[in-house]
Nanobody
């Protein structure tokens, strides 16, 4: 069993920055694919960013590319999402997710992830 706990959300003005963290425990963190998803009220859960366990290669949605950075620290079992140049449309609950190794084509699909954190609210005011 993997336990994920997000932190770092909050209220920020447009153009500002936030740093989300996800602390993982209960299993071998280094063997898991890790990702961030977000969900705005009344909308589907959307892919934000992922980092592969094998290569640490990163992937981003087009909407956050060049503004957000995903990283992982295997020594501390922590996943991080640095969010810069935030926009009001980034407002959502952000979730950390983990799963065993999967095909590249599956990384952006939230149904492929077995473990989820409780979510942290990010609100960007205009």
């Amino acid at each position: 069993q993997v336990h994920l706990v997000e932190s770092g959300g909050g209220l920020v003005q447009a153009g500002g920055s936030l740093r989300l963290s996800c602390a993982a425990s209960g299993h071998t963190f280094r063997n898991f694919e890790m990702a961030w998803f977000r969900q705005a009220p009344g909308k589907e859960r959307d892919f934000v960013a992922a980092i592969r366990t094998s290569s640490s290669t990163t992937y981003y949605s087009d909407s956050v590319k060049a503004r957000f950075t995903i990283s992982r620290d295997k020594a501390t079992n922590t996943l991080t999402l640095q969010m810069n140049s935030l926009k009001p449309e980034d407002t959502a609950v952000y979730y950390c997710a983990a799963s065993g190794r999967m095909a590249l084509s599956a990384l952006r699909n939230h149904y492929m992830y077995n473990y989820w954190g409780q979510g942290t609210q990010v609100t960007v005011s205009s």
